[in-house]
């Protein structure tokens, strides 16, 4: 019953793709010489005016977003399942904005969510396992509980990386089980990195206003750079991860995949905040006078700011030839820094090389997922496949055909490693490798840099910059900085998904010290709005579909 349904939401996206075509050839943007945003770009801002001004309703919203999901789905897989619940959502929020009740700026939003934050509704959680599907838990995750308490239109989940990225050594960033291969919008067959894959695919084709993702090491930066979006990777604590399918409660985090830094802002600051649910959360420092992340959007943010380059991280890669764009491009951008009143200044990480060397984060890891995954199971209301334990879920994995399981392809060594550790998080032996990742991150690498020359952020290259943050639990804002030059060398993996070629995106970085989310958005603006760089950017392919069409056909 829960595959039919999937099946039938996702078809229905396809015929609210058809209808609409009918009339949208091309689409339409304005209708009488009157103007509608186009959703490729539309900002939450030119959206709200529009359904301020009655121009056009959530509904219509809806069904647009509904009908270019099902323009793409069968080549870019982006979205596992639509909410079918979102109609008549949106025509609830519709109806409170007649009378005036409008909860705030993402009243009748549609968002998309990653298909590992839990929704207590007709939608399946299941991280791209066909081992979850069906699984219920008896509320909402936090996460979700906070989009619709201001307001937004849960749309549907978006495909991931298989268990976000953790079960196989030899797969395919985008991958799952459940969900298929999703493929980036920038080149064909294009790696849309991972593992929020999905999220960032449909965030940058709008798809839905904006999308969440989650990061361990890299699931939001990674692919918000390469689908040429804003992504923004909260500190640790600062989202909660309550009912979000785990890896490491010491490094996962919720957050924002959008087209702009004031849109990711946006979306921040619905999503922030305590929860007694998660404990992390107690960390926020004034929770009762949360920043205002969206005023932090401003021109001037970058004047007088202390920033940061670790040379000795760049000149890693400065030899190397498929790096060189990468590098020309930043320099760039430090160059647009400095002219902003930036103060740009030399900050090596002096604990680079123990940084390289160390493996204690693969300790961190897989004592944190046996542990953190168990935990979360035992949450569930309905467990159909009776899994409890990482062990149970590697037996299923490897005896289920729909899981694609081969020891030569798509294995499940990741856990195996897991498992062979012999200890959960609760071991001194964790705690040794977890303290050792607080100093390498810390004092050795990120936190050090900023502390010893008083700086506002360190930028890098975001092809650079996870590693740095994750191990700490620090923030970092990725940006558009520009994509690889027509001569590059199109290369393909095993599974023939396009992992290097023209036209795919790279972003730049901002890495700040805790709870410096705020610090970061404004520099991440004020350089945004100096270059615009994701408009030079262009998709190969992208829907037609636009809200003039969906008006139009009332």
Request: charged share 15%; proline share 5%; net charge neutral.
């Amino acid at each position: 019953m829960q595959i039919r349904n999937f099946l039938l939401a996702l078809a229905a996206t396809a015929n609210v793709a058809a209808q609409y075509h009918l009339d949208s050839c091309p689409s339409t943007v304005s209708i009488k010489g009157q103007p509608f945003p186009k959703l490729i770009d539309a900002t939450l801002e030119e959206l709200q005016v529009g359904l301020e001004s009655g121009l056009f309703t959530s509904v219509d919203l809806v069904n647009a977003y509904l009908g270019r999901i099902g323009e793409m789905n069968g080549t870019l897989h982006m979205v596992t399942e639509v909410n079918p619940d979102a109609l008549a959502i949106a025509a609830d929020l519709d109806a409170a904005r007649a009378t005036g009740n409008v909860t705030g700026p993402l009243h009748g939003i549609p968002v998309l969510i990653k298909n590992n934050i839990a929704t207590d509704d007709l939608m399946n959680n299941t991280a791209g396992s066909f081992a979850l599907l069906g699984a219920k838990v008896n509320r909402d995750s936090t996460m979700a509980r906070k989009l619709r308490e201001a307001g937004a239109v849960i749309l549907g989940k978006s495909n991931l990386s298989q268990w976000a990225n953790y079960r196989s050594s030899n797969t395919s960033n985008g991958w799952s089980a459940y969900g298929g291969q999703t493929y980036g919008a920038y080149i064909q067959n294009q790696d849309p990195s991972g593992s929020s894959a999905g999220s960032g695919v449909s965030s940058s084709l709008g798809l839905a206003w904006a999308s969440l993702g989650t990061e361990t090491s890299g699931s939001i930066l990674s692919p918000s750079q390469q689908n040429n979006l804003v992504g923004i990777k909260p500190t640790v604590g600062l989202t909660s991860r309550f009912l979000v399918i785990p890896i490491s409660e010491h490094q996962d985090t919720i957050g924002p995949m959008a087209r702009t830094v004031k849109d990711a802002a946006y979306l921040l600051q619905a999503i922030a905040g305590r929860d007694s649910r998660d404990n992390y959360t107690s960390a926020i420092p004034h929770p009762k006078n949360m920043p205002d992340y969206v005023a932090a959007c401003q021109f001037d943010g970058l004047k007088g700011a202390r920033i940061g380059i670790p040379s000795n991280v760049i000149n890693l890669y400065i030899n190397t030839t498929q790096y060189a764009p990468v590098l020309s491009a930043f320099n760039s951008m430090v160059n647009v820094i400095k002219k902003a009143g930036g103060v740009v200044v030399d900050a090596p990480f002096t604990g680079l090389a123990e940084y390289r060397a160390s493996g204690n984060s693969s300790i961190v890891l897989g004592a944190d997922f046996r542990s953190d995954l168990e935990d979360y199971l035992g949450r569930l209301r309905t467990n159909p496949n009776k899994i409890h334990n990482l062990t149970q879920l590697r037996d299923w994995t490897e005896s289920h055909p729909q899981e694609q399981w081969s020891p030569t392809a798509r294995d499940v060594r990741i856990w195996n490693n897991s498992l062979a550790l012999g200890f959960g998080n609760d071991d001194i032996r964790f705690w040794n490798a977890y303290q050792a990742n607080l100093y390498l991150g810390g004092n050795a690498t990120l936190l050090g840099a900023i502390q010893r020359n008083n700086l506002d952020a360190v930028v890098l290259p975001t092809l650079f910059a996870p590693g740095f943050a994750a191990i700490v639990g620090a923030p970092v804002v990725t940006i558009p900085m520009g994509a690889y030059p027509a001569n590059t060398t199109i290369r393909t993996n095993a599974f023939n998904v396009t992992t290097a070629g023209p036209n795919i995106p790279f972003g730049f970085a901002f890495l700040g010290d805790k709870f410096t989310e705020a610090k970061l958005i404004s520099m991440a603006y004020a350089l945004e709005q100096r270059t615009h760089i994701r408009d030079q950017v262009q998709p190969y392919t992208q829907p037609t579909i636009e809200l003039a069409d969906v008006v139009k056909r009332r």
